[in-house]
């Protein structure tokens, strides 16, 4: 079992930088592929990013590529979400998921542990 608290979203003018955590309990957090998902009002969630447990392979949004950046600690047994260049249309509620199998996936459906979220808000 594994529990994920996401910390650092807020309210962010466009063109600015936020950087998302997302806290995992879990004595096996090393083994988990660990994804960020978003989803907007009205709109489905949608995959943002994903790293393997040996940070060996990244996946991007083609939406984000350039501008996020996931990495993740597992000493510290944390992921994060570096977001640069913020524009409006990032704005959402951000999840942070996890994967048993480590293969990276991008449908949500395939992530086996969520958190609650934290919400990002972009202003133009």
């Known amino acids: 079992q594994v529990q994920l608290v996401e910390s650092g979203g807020g309210l962010v003018q466009a063109g600015g930088s936020l950087r998302l955590s997302c806290a995992a309990s879990?004595?096996?957090?090393?083994?988990?592929?660990m994804g960020w998902f978003r989803q907007a009002p009205g709109k489905e969630r949608e995959f943002v990013a994903a790293i393997t447990w040996s940070t060996t392979m990244k996946n991007y949004a083609d939406s984000v590529k350039g501008r996020f950046t996931i990495s993740r600690d597992n000493t510290k047994n944390t992921v994060y979400l570096q977001m640069n260049s913020l524009k409006p249309e990032d704005t959402a509620v951000y999840y942070c998921?996890?994967?048993?199998?480590?293969?990276?996936?991008?449908?949500?459906?395939?992530?086996?542990?969520w958190g609650q979220g934290t919400q990002v808000t972009v202003s133009s």
């Open positions: 879990g004595r096996t957090f090393s083994r988990y592929v």
């Open positions: 998921a996890a994967r048993q199998t480590n293969v990276i996936r991008t449908t949500a459906p395939e992530y086996d542990y």
